[in-house]
């Protein structure tokens, strides 16, 4: 599409300037290609992950399949165009998957449920020492892990999850009661000692609630809430490096920090729908997904976030993945798979 409006008297230096600047600005993407349209057996997907090309898996729930154990793993061999369902039965629907190579990932979901394969196959239950849900997991390496999720829950691995231990929270609760308490929806990593989670802190007593991001710089023993001034729930976050990082959420919030979080700022998403991942290739160039039931947007942007632009569709998106320049995946909660073309 030109944009430019001709004129005569614009110099030819001008006239390059001009067309420089759009150049720069076009969205970072441009087509997807649908994989596949849903799951074919109505499973729900709430994650996804690959470790190359052809090789991923997503985690979710097979609730109609077997409602006592509807924790749900499939994998693909063939980028994404058919899934396998892998043979272990989960008590819990599950909310995260993480990859860190083909031979050692691990889910987590409700119950406090957590898995992990150490060939990309065969899955094995671990125990978490907790009962409450959780949302997400990162792993520094092959040994040290974290999971974070309801009721301040956030639980650690010093041996690739054998064992765990309970940092906070992790005790069952009847909902929303008279405490006040945080949900943590994301965790993130840079190394060993520094990292973050995000949800929400809610006050039932003074009927508010804040969005919440927390930051470790010691390995998960002490944490530093950041003040970012809104109150819609987070979703998901992620870090490029120790300054670099973006939070998604409710009402399509997107904030971003360039000193670690010692402020964040707005960025306008141009929608109001959830956003429920958020990725990086680099500093310039990420997507953002979300939506709810019959509505689903896609965000891209290739300056940082300064100016994204939007695609709508009718799937609620749930996850974005990026893998590397070629390879970017998308999965909506009703089992459609996006790839960059």
Do not use: C
Not at 63 to 71: A, K, R, T
Not at 218 to 225: E, K
Not at 286 to 295: R, S, Y
Not at 320 to 328: A, R
Request: proline share 1%; no cysteine.
């Amino acid at each position: 599409m030109n944009i430019l409006k001709s004129s005569q008297q614009l110099s030819k230096t001008i006239r390059f300037s001009v067309v420089f600047t759009v150049i720069i600005t076009l969205p970072a993407l441009a087509d997807w290609v649908k994989l596949q349209n849903r799951d074919p057996d109505s499973r729900y997907y709430m994650s996804i992950a690959f470790v190359d090309g052809k090789t991923g898996w997503v985690a979710g729930s097979a609730l109609f399949e077997d409602s006592e154990n509807p924790g749900f793993i499939g994998y693909t061999k063939d980028g994404g165009k058919t899934w396998q369902k892998s043979d272990i039965k989960l008590s819990g629907d599950l909310s995260n998957i993480y990859f860190l190579e083909a031979n050692h990932g691990w889910v987590v979901g409700q119950k406090g449920v957590i898995a992990n394969t150490t060939n990309g196959k065969d899955w094995e239950i671990q125990i978490s020492k907790v009962g409450t849900w959780l949302k997400s997991i990162y792993f520094v390496n092959k040994k040290l892990g974290f999971a974070a999720g309801a009721n301040e829950t956030i639980i650690s691995t010093r041996n690739g999850g054998r064992t765990w231990k309970v940092l906070q929270g992790g005790q069952l609760g009847e909902g929303v009661g008279e405490d006040d308490t945080s949900l943590f929806n994301a965790v993130h990593f840079i190394n060993e000692k520094t990292g973050w989670v995000a949800g929400i802190r809610l006050l039932p007593t003074k009927k508010r609630q804040h969005t919440l991001i927390q930051k470790t710089t010691d390995g998960a023993r002490t944490w530093v809430t950041q003040d970012t001034g809104k109150e819609d729930i987070l979703e998901d976050l992620f870090f490029l490096d120790a300054s670099i990082g973006w939070a998604v959420g409710e009402n399509g919030v997107i904030l971003h920090t360039t000193n670690g979080g010692k402020r964040w700022q707005e960025q306008k998403s141009g929608t109001d729908e959830t956003l429920r991942s958020v990725r990086f290739l680099d500093k310039h160039t990420g997507w953002a997904v979300g939506g709810d039931l019959g509505v689903g947007v896609i965000l891209s942007t290739n300056n940082g976030g300064k100016k994204w632009e939007v695609e709508e569709n009718d799937k609620k998106m749930v996850k974005v993945f990026i893998l590397d320049k070629q390879n970017v995946w998308l999965a909506s909660e009703d089992g459609a798979i996006f790839q960059t073309q």
